[in-house]
Each structure stands twice: as C-alpha cells, then as structure tokens.
C-alpha cells in the first residue's frame, strides 16, 4: 500500500503525458502491486476497500496529467452557471470576441486545446450537471472545480462498489472480483485522476442491472436512461434485453408469458427514452439538434486515435483507392456493429443477468474494435462488464491500453501503429483463446476470479 501511495503520488503530481517511459515504468509497478494485493488479500476486504479509497485520494488535490478535457467540463459548467445553453456557442468564438462570461476563460481555452474549443459540446446533461455543480462551488478556481469533480468520481465509484458487489453475490459470484475493478491502477489513473466520467456511467449502468436481477424493471430503465444521459454508449445496449423480457422461460404459458414480456419490453424502452428525453428538455432547441449531430458525426468521420480493425481498413484502402477512407468507413462500420448487436440479441442465449451482461461485454468490445477512435478511458466499460463473465480480455486490454500513450511522445502527436498493433495483438489473442475456451468448455471458470 505504501509502494503504490508514493507511485501514484507521483503519478499525480510529477508526471507529464510526453514522458512515455516513466509512464510505462510506474504503470507496470502499480499493476504488479495491485495483483497481489488482491491475490494475497483476497479475504480481507478491508484492507482492499480502504486501499481503493486511499489510491484514489492520492489525486485529489492534483490537476490531470494525461488529458486537457477537464477544462472543457469546467467551461461548460460555467456556461450553464451564467445561463448560458453550453450546446449552442464554441469556446473559440467568446475567446475572439472577448467578452466571455466565465472566470478564468482564457486559461480554460488554452487547456482545452484549439481543436476542443472549436467544437461543440457533446457531454450528455447529467455529465453537464455534474459540471454544473463544480461551478456552483468553484466557479473561480481551476483546482477547486477539478477537486469538485473528482469528488463526484470517488462518490461514483463507491456506488459502484456497494452495487457491483450485491449483483455479484446475488449471482453467485466470487464478490473479491469488483477490485478487479476498483484496484485497477487503469481505472484509478484514467477516470479518478483524469476525470473522465465513464465513472459515473459505470455506476449507473450497474445500478440498473442489479434492479433489474431483482425485478424493478421500471427503475432499472429509469437509472439506465441516467447512465445514457452520462454519455451515450449505454443505448448500444438497448437491444440486448430482448431476450431477458421475451424470452420462454415457461412454456407451459409460453403465449402468455410472450405478450408479458412484450409489454414490460415496451415500457422499459419508453421509459429509458422518456428519462433522457426529459434530461435533455433544458436544452432543447432547433439549433442544439444541429450542433450536437455535427460533433457526432464529427466523431465517426473525423477523429482517428488508437483504432484496431479501422487501421487495417484504411491501410487498406490507401493501397485501393490512395487516399484515407475514414469517410466511408465511418458511416459503414457503425451499421455493421448494429448487425453484430442484432445476431447477438437474436441467436445468443442472453436470458440470465450474467447471460446478459456477457453479450453486453461482447457488444461494447465488438463497436470498440470497429471505431475509429479509441481513447483508453473507453475501455472502462467492458472492462467492467467482464467482472461477471468468464472473459478476462478486458483486464489485459486495461494493462496495454498504456502503449497508445506513445502518441504523446512524439512532438506532433503522432502514434506509433507497430505499437498500437502489438497492443491490439495481445488483446486479440487473450479474446480468442478465451472464445475457444468458453465455446469449448462453457462451465470453465476462470481460475483468476475464483481463487
């Protein structure tokens, strides 16, 4: 414990994203460390918990190192803090006029990045009131907000600790493996202290499977369509709870367990859209649908960081046509996950919460091997999801993810693909040995979680 104080106090504080190699170093230390603290302490839930709480104070009072996001939350939260619609100006534009409302505007600009300021927010509203709420309390100080926000973090991941725990024994699992989770150096580093809100995401989606695994299918679509107006990702999720309303599980009464299943299926879905519908009320205007759809489509057509399969396709595609694709591909590979999402809703047994929950992993791994843009943080969700399966590629990808990191030690931001095709590699060759074995052999429980 004390080891991975003084490391991650480091980390904290005496670190910059351009030196890759210390990076490497104390990241390798702390994964190393956390391992046996889990393996060696596995029944002393104390020492881990407290362990977990400690790592993640350590960053408190630091400002992120590995990302300029954050100011960016700041600005918006501002924004709204004045009055201000955050989803219908760009930072860019009060920079050039001069007359931002906001403290501190220059200096959050310059955080951000011009690439940033010259678009438009697409954080989701409760990621907005969570900003919101940093400017209530600091809405003058840099540091006061970043440590507002990382409270809220901290807060969210104990939620997820006290409900990830009950789902795990309510299914009959090993309960030690959510600190695969929390004691992971990848998710302490990347959401505590960069300030990525897949936290808070996380928190919710868990929240709601546990109420739905107790039947409270209206409040698990409730707190789901919280998680959605967090960000985004969770609505790729949606089809997947076909089978768990629909499917036979009577067939004695199969019609009228069917159109039972229909109805409550209905109503989960309206009541996910209804709740970020009415999230999204406040800001609603002709001018917001615009906005927002650009920076989306911003996202898909645009933007290319640590992508795997997309690579190979735009390397590809160079060779054919001698220019990149990303156009094309970005409005093709979205509909080929839709199509993987749909055979997994169809033709794979998902019925049983963890049956669920595994095609869950499935779906979010296979829109994240498809995507053209894979920061690390991403990966915060699959690899939540795979604490109640029996895949652990995942937790290898949250160990590698690091090398896509490389990037930032090239003075123009440049990435180095033989890393990022050995990071992928890896990962690839963890998932396929662990498909052979679940498909082979489908009782196995991995020997990592279980002891």
């Not at 918990?49 to 954050?70: E, K, W």
């Amino acid at each position: 414990m004390i080891i991975s104080l003084l490391f991650y106090t480091n980390f904290a504080y005496d670190t910059v994203r351009t030196d890759f190699i210390k990076i490497i170093c104390q990241w390798v230390v702390l994964i190393i460390i956390s391992y046996t603290l889990i393996q060696v302490h596995a029944s002393n839930w104390k020492l881990l918990a407290v362990s977990a709480l400690l790592f993640r104070l350590v960053f408190l009072m630091a400002i992120p190192n590995l990302s300029q996001d954050f100011y960016r939350f700041i600005w918006d939260g501002r924004m709204l803090m004045q009055g201000y619609n955050p989803y219908l100006s760009l930072p860019e534009v009060w920079i050039v006029q001069g007359n931002s409302p906001i403290s501190q505007a220059q200096e959050l600009y310059l955080g951000m990045g011009e690439l940033n300021g010259s678009h438009y927010t697409n954080y989701p509203p409760i990621s907005q009131l969570c900003y919101f709420i940093a400017a209530l309390f600091a809405g003058k100080s840099i540091l006061g907000s970043v440590i507002v926000l990382r409270a809220l973090l901290i807060l969210a991941d104990m939620g997820t600790f006290f409900f990830g725990k009950k789902l795990l024994k309510a299914i009959n699992l090993n309960e030690k493996r959510i600190f695969w989770y929390i004691l992971n150096p990848f998710i302490i580093i990347e959401l505590t202290g960069n300030l990525h809100f897949e936290a808070v995401m996380v928190f919710f989606l868990i929240w709601s499977l546990y109420l739905l695994h107790k039947g409270y299918w209206f409040w698990a679509a409730v707190v789901l369509g919280l998680s959605v107006s967090v960000k985004l990702i969770p609505l790729l999720f949606l089809p997947l709870f076909f089978q768990k309303f629909v499917g036979n599980k009577n067939p004695d009464a199969k019609k009228l367990h069917l159109w039972q299943g229909v109805l409550k299926l209905i109503g989960f879905y309206s009541s996910v859209v209804l709740t970020v519908f009415l999230t999204f009320v406040p800001f609603v205007s002709g001018a917001f649908f615009l906005n927002f759809k650009k920076t989306i489509t911003l996202w898909f057509q645009n933007f290319e960081f640590n992508a795997s399969i997309y690579y190979i396709i735009r390397s590809i595609g160079y060779q054919i046509v001698g220019w990149n694709v990303i156009e094309t591909a970005g409005k093709i590979l979205p509909l080929i996950t839709i199509a993987i999402l749909m055979a997994l809703t169809f033709f794979r047994k998902n019925r049983t919460t963890q049956q669920l929950i595994t095609v869950m992993l499935l779906g979010i791994s296979t829109y994240y091997f498809l995507s053209t843009t894979v920061h690390p943080w991403y990966i915060a969700v699959p690899l939540f999801l795979c604490i109640f399966t029996n895949y652990k590629f995942p937790i290898v990808w949250s160990f590698v993810a690091i090398l896509s990191y490389t990037a930032y030690a090239h003075p123009e931001f440049r990435e180095n693909l033989w890393i990022v095709g050995v990071e992928y590699l890896i990962v690839f060759t963890v998932l396929g040995y662990e498909i052979y074995r679940n498909t082979t052999k489908p009782t196995a429980v991995s020997t990592t979680f279980s002891n």
